[in-house]
């Protein structure tokens, strides 16, 4: 069934669009990420214009990551008080970002950054995540303690001032660093059109070694309102909002993070930060072919309107 997009000004298939949605709703609810970074390629590799796809996806991560984030809610798995000030970052951040996003889309550089960041940051994290998930699950298979959180373990973090304590999440730390997380959440939320949770998940888990259980749910509370302010953003200060699309990926994203989370719950730790690394390593291997293979056309002659 094909469909028009008003934005994005072209005809697509709205059961892929739905198909598209549900998947990445899937995996929000799962692992804790609003999707973006797999959502907003698919976008791309589909057709949708970059700087449609990243402002429209934003919007779509907003209904997906509700979703999620009441499931998890009704299992106790969201720390408030940590997502609120992981929401202050954000939301800093998200501002700085979208003022960003206007000025590269302004010199026409925003198609090329948004590609390199992808490649950049998903590559690297995605490498660091498969390489503790293996080392914890073949600790497991030898019977071995999985290394984690243990009480009265601290890092360099804990030697930062403006402590507070977080009782969910059985944390005593510095705002600091849960602000600079946020911020970095938000700032990539507005220029690359992800809810930032393939940053924050790791984040969180390593620096500041909030427990898995808790994780995903205050992850996904943070990304609903830092997706939420940068929607609104880009629809007034850009105009590259796509409603019909993030209606159409709203709804498939709803449906699937209910089942994402259900899933969630059923696999350990390490196996969930495993199965999101390989995830993440495959979005960024697909985006670096594309970006050093020969296109099938070398150049692109466009009219203007009326000419």
Excluded at 154 to 181: D, E, N, Q
């Amino acid at each position: 069934m094909q469909i028009y997009l008003p934005v994005a000004e072209l005809a697509v298939n709205m059961f892929v669009l739905l198909g598209m949605g549900g998947a990445v709703g899937f995996l929000s609810g799962m692992f804790g990420v609003g999707g973006g970074f797999l959502m907003t390629p698919l976008l791309i590799f589909y057709g949708i214009p970059p700087a449609v796809a990243v402002a429209t996806e934003a919007n779509q991560i907003v209904a997906a990551s509700t979703s999620g984030a009441l499931a998890h809610w009704r299992r106790r798995g969201v720390d408030v008080r940590l997502g609120l000030v992981l929401l202050a970052g954000g939301l800093v951040g998200s501002l700085i970002g979208v003022m960003v996003f206007r000025v590269l889309r302004a010199v026409g550089q925003l198609d090329l950054l948004i590609s390199v960041l992808y490649v950049g940051l998903l590559g690297s994290i995605g490498t660091l995540m498969i390489i503790e998930s293996a080392r914890a699950m073949r600790a497991r298979r030898r019977g071995r303690p999985v290394s984690g959180r243990r009480p009265g373990q601290h890092t360099w973090i804990h030697g930062l001032p403006f402590k507070m304590r977080f009782k969910r999440s059985r944390l005593y730390v510095s705002a600091i660093p849960v602000l600079a997380i946020g911020a970095t959440v938000g700032l990539l939320a507005a220029i690359m059109g992800v809810g930032g949770g393939f940053i924050m998940v790791p984040a969180m888990i390593y620096l500041l070694r909030v427990p898995t259980s808790v994780v995903i749910g205050t992850s996904l509370f943070q990304i609903v309102f830092v997706t939420a302010f940068t929607t609104v953003l880009h629809a007034t200060t850009n105009y590259t909002v796509d409603v019909v699309l993030a209606l159409i990926l709203m709804v498939g994203g709803v449906i699937g993070a209910q089942f994402g989370a259900f899933a969630g719950h059923k696999l350990r730790g390490e196996q969930l930060r495993g199965l999101l690394a390989l995830l993440v390593l495959a979005v960024a291997g697909r985006l670096l072919y594309d970006l050093v293979s020969t296109p099938d056309s070398l150049y692109v002659v466009e009219t203007g309107l009326g000419l």
